[in-house]
């Protein structure tokens, strides 16, 4: 990026954006501020009065125009709540009663960041668009490509494998290479108020954390009551939504059984919830669907390194071309946890060569 250069900002009120804002405006460029408004908080308070600290609520906002006003830089907030809706919320609803666990942030990063911002970004003759993601674009062999960030504690690489080789040409992330500790050394330095905030952990519209209430609110209960079974086929109990369970899940099952149990398998069609001991988790293939390649898509078995979540270790895997844009993959050891809805990034070293979503 050079002096004089336009860049919007999405500013979400945190540190991170704000910093990355302060660094782009030291650095002479033309900085406009823009933050997504595209969840109603009115109903989430606290008995206290105070909203809850998740990303995007209406606190971020202000906060995003107090950093904005601090730098003297234009501001706007651009009202994406329906979008949000219609494009998030709605396929969190019907993952969930599907039977699949799903990543809304990456949906979201993927269709309203860039694609919705950054064309409103292009509206406005800018140049990049800058978010404050831990991750880097770098220019190699005359293209540009994705790398984890440096700090590999906040590396958010999985989270963006939806970009476009086409997105790379206007999307930046100044803060990549630096640590989270260097980040707010430089948010004391430019006299941000933000320098000390929490980050948020929760999922953004179910700012109290528990999802299951937000998913009845959304689709109603009662319609997904069935059974908990056994892997043997032998039924347990019963359950009050299939929704309720997540791959992995051991708590919360009220089951005597000799040896600890836990989710194994999700049937929304037959609402049932399968239960199993550990080794039951263990899986050696998935198949994957919406795939995205940042490098050239595999047209026949190929080895790569694959995390099937965000904090998992990436491990070797064989990708194959299924037909139809699907995927198969089969780890070199099998992975506890494979989850449907999920996705599944692969890499090659530091490099993101592209992802899809676990069938």
């Not at 002096?3 to 910093?19: H, Y």
């Not at 970004?121 to 880097?136: I, K, M, N, P, S």
């Not at 199993?276 to 669907?289: D, N, V």
């Not at 491990?315 to 139809?324: C, H």
Request: net charge negative; with cysteine; proline share 4%.
């Amino acid at each position: 990026m050079k002096k004089g250069q336009r860049a919007v900002v999405a500013m979400s009120g945190g540190v991170d954006s704000s910093v990355a804002a302060a660094l782009l405006k030291e650095q002479g460029l033309e900085v406009i501020g823009m933050t997504m408004q595209i969840w109603d908080y009115s109903s989430f308070t606290e008995k206290n009065g105070d909203s809850f600290g998740t990303c995007c609520s209406l606190d971020d906002v202000y906060d995003a125009r107090r950093v904005a006003q601090k730098l003297q830089i234009p501001f706007y907030v651009i009202n994406f709540e329906q979008d949000f809706q219609n494009t998030v919320i709605d396929r969190f609803c019907d993952d969930y009663f599907a039977g699949r666990t799903p990543n809304p942030c990456v949906l979201c990063n993927q269709v309203l960041k860039f694609e919705m911002l950054l064309r409103k970004a292009r509206e406005l003759e800018a140049d990049y668009l800058v978010t404050g993601h831990y991750a880097r674009i770098l220019e190699e062999d005359g293209r540009r490509v994705l790398r984890k960030g440096l700090d590999s504690g906040k590396d958010q690489t999985y989270f963006l494998y939806c970009l476009t080789r086409e997105q790379l040409q206007y999307v930046r992330f100044p803060l990549g290479g630096m640590t989270k500790v260097e980040v707010r050394e430089h948010a004391l330095r430019f006299g941000l108020e933000v320098a000390d905030k929490a980050e948020s952990q929760d999922i953004c519209f179910v700012p109290d954390g528990d999802y299951v209430r937000f998913l009845e609110e959304q689709r109603g209960s009662g319609a997904m009551n069935g059974e908990i079974v056994h892997v043997s086929g032998k039924v347990l109990g019963t359950h009050q939504g299939t929704y309720r369970y997540t791959i992995g899940q051991r708590r919360g099952l009220g089951l005597a059984w000799s040896e600890p149990l836990y989710v194994v398998g999700i049937d929304a069609q037959q609402r049932r919830v399968i239960v199993g001991e550990k080794q039951h988790l263990l899986r050696s293939e998935l198949e994957l669907i919406d795939c995205n390649w940042l490098d050239a898509p595999p047209v026949s078995p190929i080895l790569m390194n694959c995390r099937i979540r965000y904090r998992h270790l990436e491990q070797p895997a064989i990708v194959t071309p299924l037909g139809q844009g699907r995927y198969g993959v089969r780890f070199e050891q099998p992975q506890s946890g494979v989850t449907p809805g999920q996705s599944a990034v692969f890499y090659d070293g530091d490099r993101v060569l592209g992802g899809g979503i676990i069938a």
